[in-house]
């Protein structure tokens, strides 16, 4: 039987797990900046002209739709990832390995923020640790195997030392750390075949590129606030706020605000951030002006928070942070929106269109955000060859 044609020296064996691969990394399915902003421009228009209610709640449905397909697209990316682990890696993936290596490292870093989020008695050490040390190391190609096998062991045994609540998390990293090894493993052997370099720049690279993005959102998250405050969706104001939370500083089960990335957030400010929080939660303000109020100083903390975590401490992992971080925004985002299309039949046309100004500065930002998102997430990645010439 003939062969089928495939991309050069990717072996029939492989091809539906590259094809699946390359449209998970590479393309976030029917998610373009072009769409983004259509969608946008119709919802605005049919606001604005008081066109059917039935067009603006499929609008809606549609950004929501977006939102859960590029979550969707992070989580094939991983799964596909970890199914490469049980391949043997082929000539024709070594176009692919530096992005899957990548990838994987970033996409499991995050899930080790949310195991020590829960359990904070393992030890911040250990966290600090993983984050700032093991997980770089990994991607240094001054290494060898043996070095990094090495320090993935002492990582483990690191938590062996742990107690109580600590016995959860080792239990649940172990897997994890047999995951790592696999990986370096695997990379090392391409590596050694291919005589290619682990480009340390590219993730560095990140960090440059995504500053915009950093001061998109946070300026988001403002504007998110206020979004919620003019359109009086006090139900799920609270919600709006921790998901913006969840990528900038997060709380634990023991209600103490962490700074999951590099403890750059002075305590003064986290305990000013809380505490805000607490009263908006817990008793909104009678007088609109002062509720708005309220409101802006809590965004004014949040961007502050925010901003400490942009330099030189950031890590690979921020990338999928801030990919997560859209996401969040944008789900809360068509929440409001789902509220205000349901309450258009209850409230007089100037009510609705007095609101709209906040509504049209809040699409710009988000115009601006997602286009940065689909821009940085389709970046082709491709290893640099080791030369050999003296």
Known sequence: ??????????????????????????????LTSSDIAHTLENLATYMNSGKSQVDLKAGVKDL??????IDRSLTTTENLLIALLDEKF????????????ELFLVSHEARIYRRFLGYPSAGIECHIEFVDN??????????????????????KESLDKSVGPADELRQRVEKLTSGLQGVVARWQQAVDK?????????IQDYDTKLKSLDVT????????????????????????????????????????????????VSR?????????????????????????DAVTK??????????????????????????KAVTRVWSSISTDLQASADRLGKEDEHLLKARLETMSELYKSLILALKEYDRLFTVSVRPTVRSWNR
Do not use: C
């Open 134 to 155: 093991v997980v770089p190391m990994l991607s240094n190609p001054a290494l060898s195997k043996a070095d990094k096998l090495a320090r993935v062991q002492k990582f």
């Open 298 to 323: 809590l965004g004014s903390k949040i961007k502050q928070a925010h901003a400490s975590l942009v330099g030189d401490n950031r890590t690979a992992n921020h990338a999928l942070w801030q990919f």
């Open 64 to 69: 929501n739709d977006r939102a859960v397909a």
């Open 1 to 30: 039987m003939e062969r089928p044609s495939l991309t050069p020296n990717i072996p029939a064996k492989y091809a539906s797990t590259h094809t699946a691969l390359q449209r998970a990394i590479s393309k976030p399915p029917t």
């Open 268 to 292: 003064t400010t986290l305990g000013d951030v809380k505490n805000e929080l607490d009263e908006i939660y817990t008793g909104f303000d009678t007088q609109e002006a002062e509720r708005d």
């Open 194 to 202: 291919y005589h290619m370099d682990v480009v340390v720049a590219r």
């Open 90 to 101: 082929d000539s024709g993936f070594k176009r692919e390995l530096e992005s899957v290596v």
């Open 217 to 264: 959102i946070g300026d988001l998250a403002t504007k998110i606030a206020k979004l919620a405050v003019a359109l009086d969706v006090t139900s799920t104001f609270s919600a709006v706020v921790k998901n913006v939370g969840e990528f900038i500083p997060e709380w634990t089960d023991d209600n103490v605000l962490f700074d999951v990335v590099n403890l750059g």
